[in-house]
């Protein structure tokens, strides 16, 4: 979590550096203090504090982190004209499939390419582009991966060692 936390923090600095996004500001804290202030202040009141923190910030603190790594996972952070410069796809395993990328999230490139295919139907698009085209599978192999955690080409060692394939690359890779 610390790992993410910093990636997020040094991300999210360089939006803001680069003008891509704005600074954390009063609005927001104010909303935050009207949404949570209420909910803190009746929780210790009412001596439910401890429960508040096991069962709904404990889940949150866990989950937040795999799901917003995995929402920007789907993305190689690179910026181009090309979907093959800017989005992963990812072939897991059965358990990391179920957890971390259900109804095919992980398809997302081809989710990228067409998105008017329903979810349920996107392992059949891949394995049908691969089967017609056999330049989708070469230009798809760079931005490929293969585990969420487990793996050399893990999605987590990519994000967290800042790791991203470079346009020049796949712009060759499709020009063969």
């Given at each position: 979590m610390v790992t993410t936390g910093v990636f997020y923090i040094r991300l999210v600095g360089k939006w803001v550096q680069d003008g891509r996004a704005d600074r954390l500001g009063?609005?927001?804290?104010?909303?935050?203090?009207a949404i949570w202030g209420p909910v803190v202040?009746?929780?210790v009141?009412?001596?439910v504090w401890r429960e508040l923190l096991i069962f709904w910030f404990g889940p949150f603190l866990i989950a937040i982190p795999i799901f917003k790594t995995r929402g920007y996972g789907e993305h190689t952070l690179n910026e181009g004209p090309d979907e093959y410069l800017r989005t992963w796809t990812y072939q897991l395993n059965p358990i990391e499939h179920f957890f971390f990328f259900p109804l095919n999230i992980g398809y997302h490139l081809e989710h990228h390419l067409f998105p008017r295919v329903p979810w349920y139907n996107l392992r059949k698009l891949r394995r049908a582009l691969i089967a017609h085209n056999p330049e989708?599978?070469?230009r798809s192999a760079p931005i490929t991966v293969r585990s969420y955690f487990f793996d050399r080409k893990s999605m987590i060692r990519r994000m967290m060692r800042g790791e991203r394939r470079e346009p020049e690359a796949v712009v060759a890779v499709s020009q063969k």
């Open positions: 009063l609005r927001e804290v104010a909303l935050f203090l202040a009746l929780a009141h009412l001596g989708y599978l070469v």
